[in-house]
């Protein structure tokens, strides 16, 4: 699924990258500009490997081979409700990849993408750290414990829930 | 400064300083390759085929990068070795798409003349075989890459001189990507050819030289990221 990258993102991008002409850049800045720019835009938009390539005077498949080889970089925007499920041990043993499965099918993405609505990604995560809750699930900062897959629906009612009572507290924000 | 070796017995006269493998080949022995190529600068040694046994080394060591020494002697075909690069082969062609019939490198591939030089079938049967989903990459204006046929040796990666390819992904998923690289102008890469003349499989062609049948019968789908 390809995603349009927003003019906002577009401006935060050029100004990451003026910070760097006219100087003599190094190869070695490479992944360090990669994850300035994730920080501030949530993933590596196309035009990124585009600007990063010519800031950095090597070619658009060096930036795009480096920016692939490491797990930390995402070339698909986070959805505004970031979907984790755990799959460490202990939630891997407690059968988490049903539980991703029933989020993967509700929202009809695989892991790793997102919706074409940015709402929702999927994503699998290692170990968060509260194996006694296992299977996890999180929803950007909020944990969901003991999942089952009949939990799956209620969080989805539960965010539908927590837009519309912001959509309350900001009536004009449509206008 | 001329210097004596040894290979499998047979006294032969090289240059010092060269690798095994290039002294090898320049008097005509052959030992299996698909990472190395002439005129690479720093051999990757990542094919693992090229092992000898080399006196003095307790265990087989990549021809590539074993440069030769006075007097030493060189065994390339023992069974460890043979063990070795069977079962590396297996492995290269448990990721490869064998249609040797459709593939237009047929005939001239380093993978048929290795698996007839180790004895070993194309068709292998000890591993499950792994490809990948994307057949055929068309995103750069004038090379087709194939990555079902690429045995990611990385000579093109080496050889290009404008860096229009790179290793993408990692593990099973690796590929080469030319990420379409639109700031290299297709005259450019029309002229050299050299990528595609160093591919030791058939998973690169020029398009002009494109089968248009071929394209429009298989199951073509671009790469995006």
């Known amino acids: 699924m390809e995603f349009e990258t927003t003019d906002q993102d577009l401006i935060t991008l050029y100004t990451i990258c003026d910070q760097f002409t006219d100087k003599i850049i190094e190869r070695g800045q490479l992944i360090p500009i990669l994850q300035q720019i994730q920080e501030k835009i949530g993933y590596i938009p196309k035009e ?8 950095l005077s090597i070619s658009q498949a060096a930036v795009y081979g480096v920016a692939t080889f490491y797990n930390q970089f995402r070339f698909v925007p986070p959805g505004k409700y970031p979907i984790k499920v755990c799959l460490g041990t202990a939630c891997h043993v407690k059968g988490a990849d049903i539980i991703l499965e029933n989020f993967e099918r509700k929202l009809g993405i695989k892991e790793g993408e997102t919706t074409q609505n940015r709402e929702f990604s999927v994503e699998r995560v290692a170990c968060v750290g509260c194996c006694a ?24 009612t539960q965010i539908e829930v927590k837009k519309q009572i912001e959509h309350k507290q900001t009536p004009n924000s449509e206008n | ?63 590539c990068t074993y440069i030769v020494k006075d007097r030493l002697g060189i065994q390339t075909n023992t069974e460890r070795v043979r063990q ?46 792994y490809l990948k989903p994307i057949s055929i ?59 595609v003349e160093v591919c030791p499989v058939g998973a690169l062609l020029m398009n002009s030289h494109q089968h248009q049948n071929q394209i429009n019968g298989g199951n073509s789908n671009e790469m995006s990221i």
């Open chain 1, 48 to 55: 990124a490997i585009v600007k990063v390539s010519e800031v």
């Open chain 1, 133 to 156: 809750l296992a299977p996890v699930a999180l929803v950007g900062e909020q944990v969901y414990g003991h999942m089952a897959p009949s939990k799956v629906e209620g969080i989805f």
């Open chain 2, 1 to 63: 400064m001329k210097i004596q070796i040894q290979v499998d017995g047979k006294h032969v006269e090289v240059q010092q300083g060269i690798s095994v493998l290039k002294a090898c080949l320049i008097n005509g022995i052959y030992i299996p390759h698909l990472c190395f190529f002439e005129s690479s600068p720093h051999p990757h040694a990542s094919c693992r085929l090229c092992f000898v046994d080399v006196d003095g080394e307790p265990l087989p060591v990549t021809a």
């Open chain 2, 84 to 129: 070795l690069q069977r079962s590396a082969f297996t492995l290269l062609l448990s990721m490869h798409e064998v249609n040797c019939k459709s593939c237009h490198a047929n005939k001239r591939c380093e993978l048929q003349k290795i698996a007839k030089f180790l004895n070993t079938a194309l068709k292998q049967k000890t591993y499950p075989t």
């Open chain 2, 137 to 195: 990459d068309q995103n750069h204006p004038c090379i087709t890459y194939y990555p079902n046929r690429c045995v990611l040796c990385g000579r093109c990666v080496q050889s290009c001189q404008y860096s229009v390819f790179s290793f993408a992904q990692r593990g099973f998923e690796t590929t080469i990507t030319t990420f379409g690289n639109r700031d290299v102008t297709e005259q450019h890469c029309e002229n050299c050819r050299r990528c």
